[in-house]
């Protein structure tokens, strides 16, 4: 395996790598959720960014922990609003597939500036599916596994 990893090279393996290799499980919150509730879980499942899905399961928006700080300053009322009227929305969310590469994925963060992606697959009438998330804390994991393998 270490040689294989020599002989290939960092590069070429961050090519082969697809993202169904190392995607995690996607964190999901419903459109019509509070920003209270899209807070509390932030906290009990440890992520830094919420897929806002709608009532049929399908992708409709994506809310991070700055989201959620903006919405609140200055406005009393915030913890109550739907996560809906404060999350970016289709169709501005950035995405990658399974079959996409990590190095594909690790380009669109950078140069999208953001944190994570959702992982979806698109069905018959092009509703995107949640099927997993990337995220920055993924490629520094995967980052130190290459490490150990040379
Ligand atoms: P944080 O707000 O915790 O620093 P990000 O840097 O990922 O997290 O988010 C910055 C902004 O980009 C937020 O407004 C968020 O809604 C948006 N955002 C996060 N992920 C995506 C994505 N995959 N596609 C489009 N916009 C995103």
Same mark, same amino acid.
């Given at each position: 395996? &270490?040689?294989? @990893?020599?002989?290939?090279? !960092?590069?070429? %393996?961050?090519?082969?790598?697809?993202?169904?290799?190392?995607?995690?499980?996607?964190? /999901?919150?419903?459109?019509?959720?509070? /920003?209270?509730? =899209?807070? !509390? %879980?932030?906290?009990?499942?440890?992520?830094?960014?919420?897929?806002?899905?709608?009532? #049929?399961?399908?992708?409709?928006? !994506?809310?991070?922990?700055?989201?959620?700080?903006? /919405?609140?300053?200055?406005?009393?009322?915030?913890?109550?609003?739907?996560?809906?009227? @404060?999350?970016?929305?289709?169709?501005?969310?950035?995405? /990658?597939?399974?079959?996409?590469?990590?190095?594909?994925? =690790?380009?669109?963060?950078?140069?999208?500036?953001? #944190?994570?992606?959702?992982?979806?697959?698109?069905?018959?009438?092009?509703?995107?599916? @949640?099927? &997993?998330?990337?995220?920055?804390?993924?490629?520094? %994991?995967?980052?130190?596994?290459? =490490?150990?393998?040379?």
């Amino acid at each position: 395996r &270490g040689n294989s @990893v020599k002989r290939d090279g !960092i590069s070429s %393996q961050l090519n082969t790598l697809l993202i169904k290799d190392i995607q995690g499980v996607p964190v /999901v919150v419903q459109e019509t959720a509070s /920003v209270h509730d =899209a807070v !509390i %879980q932030l906290f009990l499942e440890n992520v830094g960014t919420l897929m806002v899905v709608n009532q #049929d399961g399908f992708l409709v928006g !994506i809310i991070s922990r700055k989201d959620l700080l903006k /919405v609140t300053l200055g406005n009393p009322n915030a913890s109550t609003m739907p996560v809906h009227l @404060v999350m970016t929305r289709q169709p501005n969310i950035v995405t /990658v597939s399974p079959e996409d590469t990590v190095l594909e994925a =690790a380009r669109k963060m950078v140069h999208f500036q953001v #944190d994570s992606l959702p992982v979806v697959k698109r069905d018959n009438h092009s509703n995107l599916l @949640v099927i &997993g998330r990337i995220t920055k804390t993924n490629m520094t %994991q995967l980052l130190v596994d290459l =490490a150990m393998e040379v």
